[in-house]
Every structure is written in C-alpha cells, then in structure tokens.
T-cell receptor, first 114, second 115 residues
Framework: AQTVTQSQPEMSVQEAETVTLSCTYD???????LFWYKQPPSRQMILVIR??????QNATENRFSVNFQKAAKSFSLKISDSQLGDTAMYFC???????????FGQGTRLTINP | DAMVIQNPRYQVTQFGKPVTLSCSQT?????MYWYQQKSSQAPKLLFH???????NEADTPDNFQSRRPNTSFCFLDIRSPGLGDAAMYLC??????????????FGPGTRLTVT
C-alpha cells in the first residue's frame, strides 16, 4: 500500500521569504502522479502543482516549484516570495494512474506572517 | 464558471436523524468522490462513482450511502448520524479519461454538526 508522510505539522515564515514543505512517499509502483493541494481556512481545496513520475524535470507554477527526487521518494514544495494569501493547510498526495484514489499526507499548516 | 457546488454549506442534524448532503458539478466529469475530513486531518475517501459504477472504500461504515442519479449530481446519505460523524464532507470530481484524467476538483465542503 502507498503511504505519504509530511513530517512538518506546522510551519511559519515571514512574508516574502521562501519556504519549503517536505513530503516523502512509499510505493512499489514506477508510474504515478504526485500533487500538492492547498486548503485555505474555510475555503475549498485547490490544486497547486502536479508532477508525473516519468518526467525528470521538476514542475513549476509561478512562485511554486517542486523538488522531485524519485529514487529518494521525496517530493518537496518550494514557495518563493511568500504572500499572506499562501496561509493554508498544504497536503501532499499520491495517485497511481487510473486508480481514481488520492492518498493524502497528514498535511502541513503554513502561516505567512506580515 | 464550471465548478463543483455543495449544498448546504452548513448542516445541523440530530443524533440518529437521517441527513442528505448534495453535490453538483458543471464540469461534466465522469468521476465524483465523497471525502470525510475531520479537524486538522487529511481528507478520507468514503466512496466514488465512475459514471454509474459505485466504488466503496473497504473501511467506509454502512451508515454512509451514496446516490448518483445523473452525471451532474451526487448525494451522500448518512442513515443514522452519530456524534463521531461530525466533520467536513468534501465532494470532488475528475475527468476519468483524457488529459489530466486524475486531477481532482474539490467543492467548498459541507460542515456537518450532530447534536
């Protein structure tokens, strides 16, 4: 069975700083997808970024980028120039193609301070 | 805008009184999911529909049922809510085929309180 582990329950940084959220996973599959979802307080969960395991290039979406280390089964999220609106719960998630099921990590509560 | 809509946003029910939560989508996605999320925890998948095919998670209690009468709507029925069923219930959808078939789009959730 696949598992996803986020070892940082909470993090706090100052606005404009760069922050990295950690995620490790365990699987015997070779082909899979990895996601970071953001859930702001009292607002809906949205997809931040996705990575296909077969792609060596790390995914980037504006200020958000990932460091995907397939051999180490590590998938960290870097937020550059952090903004107050980045304050949220962040979930790392794993899925095998066609499985129709996300396996979530425990989440990291990120607070951006003014 | 295409979206996932959940009604109501807040629901209060009494212990043991059946309750139904609803979800609709304008994305025309094949797959619809129901998750239970308790405070400061990750969402837990209860079940999902791929078109009309129902897929129940092994550890979903029998107290939870679901209906999908058409592509756009999906309902979560809790037959006899207990205090432990108080949670946020999230609906999500995905295409199920084609580009980014597995990417899930979430609704805003329904917060259920059991008194």
């Amino acid at each position: 069975a696949q598992t996803v582990t986020q070892s940082q329950p909470e993090m706090s940084v100052q606005e404009a700083e760069t922050v990295t959220l950690s995620c490790t996973y365990d699987t015997s599959e070779n082909n899979y997808y990895l996601f970071w979802y953001k859930q702001p307080p009292s607002r809906q969960m949205i997809l931040v970024i996705r990575q296909e395991a077969y792609k060596q290039q790390n995914a980037t979406e504006n200020r958000f980028s990932v460091n995907f280390q397939k051999a180490a089964k590590s998938f960290s999220l870097k937020i550059s120039d952090s903004q107050l609106g980045d304050t949220a719960m962040y979930f790392c998630a794993f899925m095998t193609p066609g499985a129709q099921k996300l396996v979530f990590g425990q989440g990291t509560r990120l607070t951006i301070n003014p | 805008d295409a979206m996932v809509i959940q009604n109501p946003r807040y629901q209060v029910t009494q212990f043991g009184k059946p309750v139904t939560l609803s979800c609709s989508q304008t994305l025309n996605h094949n797959v619809m999911y129901w998750y239970q999320q308790k405070s400061s925890q990750a969402p837990k998948l209860l079940f999902h529909y791929y078109d009309k095919d129902f897929n129940n998670e092994a550890d979903t209690p029998d107290n939870f049922q679901s209906r999908r009468p058409n592509t756009s709507f999906c309902f979560l029925d809790i037959r006899s809510p207990g205090l432990g069923d108080a949670a946020m219930y999230l609906c999500a959808t995905s295409r199920g085929q084609g580009p980014n078939l597995d990417e899930q789009y979430f609704g805003p959730g329904t917060r259920l309180t059991v008194t």
